[in-house]
């Protein structure tokens, strides 16, 4: 059995010294102040790991909700691209049809028609 290097000989040599340095008569009482050390330190830990576990648990949780909301976005997003993307495919049909419904088909224009369909119109305030 070893703990941090130290084997029971070693444990053994540590009691004894601690017993001469110490004395029988003051041992007991080192012994309780000992073990309430340790009952603090291991309260002082768990309360330290629970504290850890909450603030964990606390950032799951808002990164869960960050993460849905980035979803809603990304799929709102999706959807507006989608609608944009129709609406531009149907204006550039709207387009293409009233480019092929003014441009006459060759030969059948005169060069008043072609020069009055290349001038830009102007509004009239």
Request: glycine fraction near 6%; aromatic fraction near 4%; charged fraction near 30%.
């Amino acid at each position: 059995m070893e703990f941090l290097g130290i084997g029971l000989p070693e444990l053994l040599v540590i009691l004894v010294l601690i017993l001469i340095v110490v004395g029988p008569s003051r041992l007991p009482e080192m012994a309780a102040q000992l073990a309430r050390f340790i009952r603090a330190a291991r309260r002082y830990g768990n309360q330290v790991t629970k504290d850890f576990n909450e603030a964990l648990s606390d950032l799951e949780e808002e990164y869960d909700e960050m993460k849905g909301e980035w979803k809603e976005v990304s799929q709102g997003l999706d959807k507006s691209v989608k609608d944009v993307g129709k609406e531009l495919k149907a204006a550039d049909a709207d387009v293409r049809k009233a480019l092929d419904s003014a441009v006459p088909s060759e030969g059948s224009s005169t060069a008043s028609e072609t020069s009055k369909a290349s001038k830009p119109t102007t509004p009239s305030d």
